[in-house]
């Protein structure tokens, strides 16, 4: 007896069966999304947003401030410039206070308008719209895209593909070196490049981070913002019913269905949505947006363009997909009454603790003294010296972080008769720290034996106001 042909089952044969048998199939065939163009106002404010960052990123590396790279993070050096600014390992709060507005102002955002920086302002986002946009530019429209990816092997489909993909990873290459330039002085990383001398590291990023920029925006895309991203599964805890998101108008636009431009469709029964899918064809990751709010909606608002655009053909009032709120949807709200609730106590204790963060933050800054100073006592034992009198050695390590050299008085006080034995003025380049040897003496019996309390002050010989006062401990023998 021949035993029975075990037959190879497609998974779209798989996901039917499970579907069939009422079984919970374990993966999802995915399917290429072809996103349609929009142009509306949401559509503008996009790109403006698109061309505002890139010019951000991709200009600022290529700003010099006294004669040096006007962004640079340093690491070997063990310091950021941003601008004007040198953070030393010291100044590192300040860092951490720059994290913590970003992450308040994305909770401020979350709350008034739902995900905003993702729509907007999210380097997946911005660089998915970049690739899609050389897509159109090379292979066409939607539907020729469509003919394209369903057409035999051609000598132009090939050549199609290899140019969208030729322009994508020279796209994905110089976002990688523009990336790897915040850390490696920019001209000296493209010198490199001109004589193929990168170091290891600067070619390991350079193409990690430009086949990330490629793999996430030319190939993942909307699988991204939907299985990787971790904002998109947290986001409903910032949302409430006042929260402002994409939504369809459902009391108006319901029962949906197709009619002639004409037609008076209120007499015939039907909703203002004519049921066109176009909300599904401009949506990046191919949701319908009238299932209600779903976790993989990106905020894009490509939606309500594309609806907008219907509409006016239609000859219908626009808003039929726009931003609402669940309250205002439940008790028919007008936008006044509707904003109104937007500005409420949550969103207004995040802005005002963002705010006092921020000025606290700027005024700190503004009065920051340019000069830190430590003191290090040497281990050894106190010395007598020949004239009877006692000293300690110590080590001072003064940062400079003025952008011009300055050269410090040093001054030490707290015990009678108190002097620095070997130099009292030193140097440092510009943002710069140097270790100074520094020999105390104190004349006999002015002291008691044991731990005594002194004062290191370092001053700004150009500008008396920078001055740094050092506690330290001048021993003596017992």
């Excluded at 070997?76 to 102002?105: E, H």
């Excluded at 910032?238 to 009391?251: C, E």
């Excluded at 972080?401 to 002097?419: H, L, N």
């Amino acid at each position: 007896m021949k035993p029975t042909p075990i037959k190879q089952y497609t998974k779209e044969e798989l996901a039917q069966s499970g579907q069939h048998f009422g079984e919970q199939v374990l993966f999802e065939v995915h399917k290429k999304i072809y996103p349609r163009i929009t142009n509306g106002w949401f559509s503008k404010w996009r790109w403006i947003l698109v061309w505002f960052t890139q010019l951000i990123f991709y200009g600022t590396v290529w700003l010099n401030w006294n004669d040096r790279q006007a962004v640079l993070f340093d690491l070997t050096s063990r310091k950021f410039y941003i601008f004007g600014l040198v953070i030393w390992p010291q100044d590192f709060i300040y860092l951490t206070v720059l994290l913590v507005i970003s992450a308040l102002s994305l909770f401020l955002f979350t709350t008034v308008a739902g995900r905003l920086f993702c729509g907007y302002a999210c380097p997946q986002t911005v660089y998915t719209e970049i690739f899609m946009w050389v897509e159109r530019k090379v292979e066409g429209d939607r539907n020729a895209r469509i003919r394209l990816d369903n057409g035999a092997l051609s000598p132009r489909k090939i050549a199609l593909k290899f140019a969208k993909h030729s322009i994508w990873i020279g796209i994905a290459l110089w976002t990688g070196f523009t990336f790897v330039g915040y850390f490696t002085p920019i001209h000296h990383l493209f010198s490199e490049i001109l004589v193929w001398a990168l170091g290891p590291w600067e070619t390991f990023w350079i193409f990690f981070y430009g086949f990330a920029t490629y793999g996430n925006a030319g190939w993942m895309r909307e699988q991204v913002c939907k299985y990787m991203c971790p904002y998109a599964r947290f986001q409903s805890a910032m949302f409430d019913k006042d929260t402002l998101t994409v939504t369809y108008n459902a009391a108006r636009g319901e029962p949906r269905g197709s009619r002639s431009k004409h037609a008076d469709y209120k007499a015939d029964g039907l909703g203002a949505c004519i049921d066109c899918g176009v909300c599904v064809q401009v949506c990046p990751t191919g949701i319908d947006i009238r299932n209600g709010l779903q976790y993989e909606c990106t905020g894009c608002t490509a939606c309500i363009d594309g609806c907008n655009d219907i509409m006016d053909k239609m000859g219908y009032e626009p808003g039929l997909i726009g931003y609402n709120t669940e309250h205002a949807m439940e008790s028919g709200y007008t936008k006044a009454q509707m904003w109104k609730r937007v500005f409420r106590p949550r969103t207004l204790i995040y802005t005002g603790v963002l705010c006092a963060i921020i000025i606290v933050t700027a005024v700190t800054l503004l009065n920051r003294v340019p000069l830190k100073v430590n003191v290090i006592r040497d281990r050894g034992m106190p010395r007598v010296t020949d004239t009877g009198a006692i000293d300690n050695v110590y080590k001072l390590q003064i940062m400079n972080a003025e952008e011009q050299k300055v050269t410090y008085d040093i001054e030490v006080s707290g015990i009678p008769g108190i002097q620095i034995a070997n130099t009292h003025v030193v140097e440092i380049l510009s943002a710069t720290d140097r270790s100074v040897p520094i020999r105390v003496e104190i004349p006999a019996g002015s002291a008691e034996p044991g731990s005594n309390k002194i004062h290191f002050i370092v001053r700004d010989q150009s500008d008396a106001q920078v001055v740094v006062n050092e506690k330290a401990v001048f021993l003596v023998p017992r």
